[in-house]
């Protein structure tokens, strides 16, 4: 079956610093590819995906690109701001309806 | 567009008794989901309907659970004689169908049983 796996957190990073959030996937097929986000007392949001190989998604200033070769697709930022605090999923899908996700990243930045 | 909403946002109920949960959805979104995120956990997919029609159910979706999706906007999500096991956050999401697919999630409904 299809299943997502991301770093283990919490990740605590100071203002400025670079953020990696490793993420590998296991399908039977060709997934497409998202991150999603959850700031603290919000819903879930789509942060950015990727829907073939070699797609490179970007927003925020956060960036993944699919890579079906090593089957991950970590997401990076060069520089996180205190803003950017909150967890963070990695998630498949291999039709247009069901969502599988990874267990999650908390990411804290201070100031 | 008020987003997905959610009611209510908590629930402490005892062992045995039945919940309902409700999902409003983005009005003109005509798939609408549920999904289930434990402690530490990402959320896991449960069900999803196209308007009023429940296309896929997962396995997690024990015979004590039942969703509908009466006139195809709003959802409910029922749980008869709730076990501890079933504490959780129940989340529901909505999107538009052909050809976007983008889910947006509610807040949540965190059910605790005590």
């Known amino acids: 079956g299809n299943s997502v796996t991301q770093m283990e957190g919490p990740v605590t990073l100071s203002e400025e610093a670079f953020l990696t959030i490793n993420c590998t996937y296991t399908?039977?097929?060709?997934?497409?590819l998202f991150w999603y986000v959850q700031y603290p007392g919000e819903g879930l949001q789509l942060l950015l995906k990727?829907?073939?190989?070699?797609d490179k998604g970007s927003n925020k200033g956060f960036e993944a690109t699919y890579r079906k070769e090593t089957t991950s697709f970590h997401l990076e930022k060069g520089s996180v701001q205190v803003s950017d605090s909150a967890v963070y999923f990695c998630?498949?899908?291999?039709?247009?309806?069901?969502?599988?996700f990874g267990a999650g990243t908390t990411v804290t930045v201070r100031a | 567009d008020t987003g997905v909403s959610q009611d209510p946002r908590h629930k402490i109920t005892k062992r045995g008794q039945n919940v309902t949960f409700r999902c409003d959805p983005i009005?003109?979104?005509?798939?609408l989901y549920w999904y289930r995120q434990t402690l530490g956990q990402g959320p896991e997919f449960l069900t999803y309907?196209?308007?009023?029609?429940?296309?896929?159910k997962s396995r997690l979706l024990s015979d004590r659970f039942s969703a509908e999706r009466p006139k195809g906007s709003f959802s409910t999500l029922e749980i008869q004689r709730t076990e501890q096991g079933d504490s959780a956050m129940y989340l529901c999401?909505?999107?538009?169908?052909?050809?976007?697919?983008?889910?947006?999630f509610g807040p949540g409904t965190r059910l605790t049983v005590t």
């Open positions: 009005s003109e979104h005509n798939r």
């Open positions: 990727a829907t073939k190989a070699d």
């Open positions: 399908a039977t097929g060709y997934p497409s």
């Open positions: 999401a909505s999107s538009l169908g052909d050809p976007s697919y983008e889910q947006y």
């Open positions: 998630a498949l899908s291999e039709n247009d309806y069901k969502l599988s």
């Open positions: 309907f196209q308007n009023e029609a429940q296309l896929e």
